[in-house]
């Protein structure tokens, strides 16, 4: 039973009485929604520590987050809800102290930690809370002035009292006379504080002074509160176009959006009521959802459903394109190229749905970077990158994993402990960047810190100790194939439960989910010279397009964002591309250099040499940094792709990490990169 | 027809902004410094005005400035340089409308035109 002192009269439902557990998921989506403004506030009080809207804001969250609590019966996030509140009054009589908003930050990074103890136990009691508890208690008692406090003191449990009765109530029931109130008040005309994103094209030469353009803008049609980046980061050379504008107004979002939408090289817009917008609560915002027309929430089950239901499209699209083909109805050549292009729209459509900002992934990072700081007594500032830009929601899953543990490598190896720093000449503050850009049918990863470094000599040193190869081994490595012995298993820290998942997910596993994906996974890094990580993954992890090919008796599919030209064994050789270096076949293309791999006898399934025949054809192709050449006889079409990842349990496919149906029904593999250039005797 | 004035000392660049606009179908005034500017303003009353910023004398902000002084509602695209960021916000700050860096392209000149016209 959950039901508390402060859940008094209120009842969802005479059969509810007694178990709140029906509203346990309300509650964890509401608070999510409540946690990540107050983790927004409180980040922006740290650049405003005077603003009264964000001072508001913040206890308003707090005091919010306290009655929801409550109302479930969680009293140790109530509790220290209160003491956040009572924290903020203090702030809003003008007390604000130096470490207060740390103090903030714990104790929202802490009801985080809280809300994941609920989801995952069903109750907030195995989070150690003492050590804040006594800071918040130090701190509240500390803080009050000896003669005012008498009187402090009563004000505050009057009003405590007062708000306490309410509690309830407040939570659940009165959310709807502000929420109309304020609904019908917009539309009259009152003013309204909008969070305003706005990006500007890539192509804008002078970004700051379209900045500046829209600032002028936005300035006639209302009272600008803040903007993120601050002036002087604009005006500095590295504003990367995205601009946050806090704006009070009295004009409709739509309009809003229209008018800044007709400033040029503005790319995108999007206006939505702020999070220190007054009178909110976490209700309202799910109301005005609700009332913008624009847009519906679907569930991702939906979604995932609508995906595979299109997969099976695709397959059958080809049987019926193979179908077609076999048959002279011109009728049906004609249906099968309608529903041919039917289905490609449709794909991506279905691939745009799924489309989420990468913030959607990122926002819990910064928690978790002060949090395993914290740990380490380190101070570490993580920055992120391009966070609005769009990504396929299945692989920032995928590749959030793979970056929390670099996250978590870069602070546990890379960032040294303040004073280490300062002795070195460097800011005693590190840096950890994250990078989100989208390439040509790649979405790329890249993480960087300021750190120390990895030394090659050490890691190959733990393998040699650890048995995970020899010394001989280890003495003929090239600097980067030590490197990557940290990819291994067993070398170090990579078995440890994520403080975030709660998962036990090593970084072998985590890096071999992205190579089966396709993805790629390159360290730049050196004694003293931080480490640069780059992630490479397909943009998405559904649908391809793929060319198919003929190597020998067998189809293979290769994916078509990691050919870069196709050129005819003929034109080759006749155009003089082709030349040997080191007695290795090489084609140059375009100041290129284009390895020809010699992995016929592996994939022609009998015929034992490598075919350059003048039918043939030669694949250009870039995986991760590596470029080579790969023959194959005949070139048979090109097509979407539904790809599969084959799962290792059979020794047969154990050559191939993915797969796909064709036309015909038959299976054909995926071509697997990293497996033709260690055939080919290339190093990724 | 709209009309466009084009603002700028070197004959060569306003030659060039008269290829692009006036085929477009607006009417063109030229005006070769500031001072002419300010003037032929007030006679010619066009829809649109490009602006240099670097002219002797009375330079393009000042220009705009008196311009706008008179006209608030005056449409006034600056045409500047790449390094002439400040300058450029400057001008923003004193109210013109839109700004083109040369090198431009032509879309880029109509664009802009269609923009700050009202209706469009």
Redesign the interface.
């Known amino acids: 039973m959950r039901c508390s002192k402060l859940f008094g009269g209120f009842c969802p439902g005479r059969e509810n009485m007694q178990d709140m557990s029906g509203y346990r998921s309300l509650f964890i989506s509401e608070m999510r929604t409540n946690l990540e403004a107050l983790e927004d506030s409180i980040s922006l009080l740290k650049g405003n520590p005077t603003d009264v809207e964000l001072i508001n804001e913040v206890f308003r969250i707090t005091h919010t987050i306290k009655g929801m609590s409550a109302t479930m019966g969680y009293n140790i996030t109530a509790d220290l809800a209160h003491k956040m509140e009572d924290l903020m009054s203090r702030i809003r009589d003008g007390e604000m102290k130096e470490g207060d908003i740390n103090l903030l930050m714990e104790g929202s990074d802490m009801l985080n930690e809280l809300l994941e103890d609920i989801v995952s136990t069903g109750q907030d009691i195995s989070v150690d809370m003492a050590r804040l508890t006594r800071k918040y208690e130090e701190r509240l008692v500390r803080r009050i002035p000896p003669s005012a406090r008498k009187r402090a003191s009563e004000d505050e449990d009057a009003k405590n009292r007062k708000e306490d009765e309410k509690i309830p109530l407040t939570a659940i029931k009165q959310d709807k006379t502000p929420l109309s109130s304020v609904t019908k008040k917009g539309w009259r005309g009152e003013m309204k504080t909008y969070e305003v994103r706005i990006n500007i094209s890539d192509k804008s030469?002078?970004k700051?002074?379209r900045a500046?353009?829209v600032m002028?803008k936005l300035k006639k049609k209302g009272v600008v509160k803040t903007v993120i980046p601050s002036a002087e980061d604009i005006e500095s050379e590295n504003f990367d176009g995205n601009l946050i504008v806090l704006l009070e107004t009295n004009c409709e979002p739509l309009q809003l959006e229209k008018e800044i939408l007709?400033?040029?090289e503005v790319k995108t817009v999007s206006v939505r009521e702020a999070a220190d917008a007054p009178k909110r609560e976490g209700k309202s915002r799910k109301k005005r959802e609700n009332t913008d027309l624009q847009s519906v929430r679907v569930s991702i089950f939906r979604l995932n459903e609508l995906q595979s239901l299109i997969e099976e499209l695709v397959v059958q699209k080809g049987r019926l394109n193979n179908l077609a083909s076999s048959m002279p109805s011109p009728d049906l050549n004609d249906i099968a190229s309608v529903i041919e292009s039917i289905v490609s729209e449709l794909t991506g459509v279905a691939l745009e749905l799924r489309l989420v900002p990468a913030e959607y992934m990122f926002r819990r990072f910064q928690r978790i970077v002060r949090t395993i700081a914290r740990e380490q007594g380190k101070e570490v500032n993580l920055v992120v990158e391009g966070d609005n830009i769009e990504m396929d929601r299945p692989v920032l899953e995928m590749v959030g994993e793979a970056i929390i543990h670099l996250i978590k490598n870069s602070i546990d190896h890379g960032i040294e402990p303040p004073h280490v720093r300062r002795d070195a000449g460097k800011d005693p503050v590190g840096h950890i960047w994250l990078r989100v850009a989208r390439e040509r049918g790649y979405s790329v990863f890249i993480v960087e810190d300021d750190g120390r470094g990895i030394d090659s000599e050490r890691v190959a040193e733990i393998a040699v100790k650890k048995g995970i190869i020899t010394r001989e081994e280890a003495a003929r490595m090239s600097e980067e194939d030590r490197i990557n012995l940290i990819f291994r298993p067993g070398l170090s820290t990579t078995r440890e439960v994520t403080s975030v998942s709660g998962r036990v997910v090593g970084m072998d596993v985590v890096m071999n989910i992205l190579k089966r994906i396709g993805g790629t996974v390159e360290i730049e890094t050196g004694p003293g010279a931080g480490t640069v990580t780059t992630l490479r993954l397909p943009f998405t992890t559904a649908i391809i397009e793929a060319l198919i090919v003929r190597i020998g008796r067998e189809r293979y599919v290769v994916p078509l964002q990691a050919v870069l030209s196709i050129l005819s064994v003929y034109d080759v050789k006749k155009g003089g591309l082709m030349t040997t270096i080191a007695g290795e076949e090489v084609v140059v293309y375009k100041e290129d250099f284009y390895p020809v791999l010699d992995v016929y006898p592996h994939l022609s399934s009998g015929t034992s040499e490598k075919k350059l025949t003048d039918g043939g054809y030669l694949l250009l192709i870039q995986h991760g940094r590596a470029k080579f050449a790969l023959p194959v006889d005949n070139i048979l079409g090109k097509d979407d792709m539904v790809v599969k990842p084959v799962e290792p349990l059979s020794n047969a496919f154990r050559t191939f990490s993915a797969a796909t149906v064709m036309g015909d029904g038959s299976v054909a593999f995926v071509l697997d990169f990293p497996l033709l250039m260690k055939w080919g005797g290339i190093s990724g | 027809m709209k009309k466009v004035m084009i603002v700028d000392d070197t004959p060569f660049m306003r030659a060039v902004l008269r290829s692009i606009i006036e085929p477009a179908g607006y009417a063109i005034v030229e005006a070769g410094n500031g001072e002419e500017a300010v003037s032929l303003y007030t006679e010619e009353k066009p829809d649109v005005v490009t602006m240099d910023i670097v002219m002797p004398e009375v330079d393009g902000i000042e220009a705009a400035r008196i311009i706008l002084e008179s006209d608030p509602s005056a449409k006034i695209i600056m045409v500047s340089a790449?390094d002439s960021?400040d300058s450029?916000?400057e001008a923003?700050?004193i109210?013109v409308c839109?700004?083109i860096?040369k090198p431009f392209e032509a879309d880029?000149v109509l664009?802009?035109i269609r923009?700050v016209l009202p209706g469009?």
């Open positions: 030469l002078l700051d002074v500046a353009v002028e007709s400033v040029r | 790449v960021r450029l916000k923003i700050k109210g839109d700004f860096v880029e664009e802009a923009r469009a």
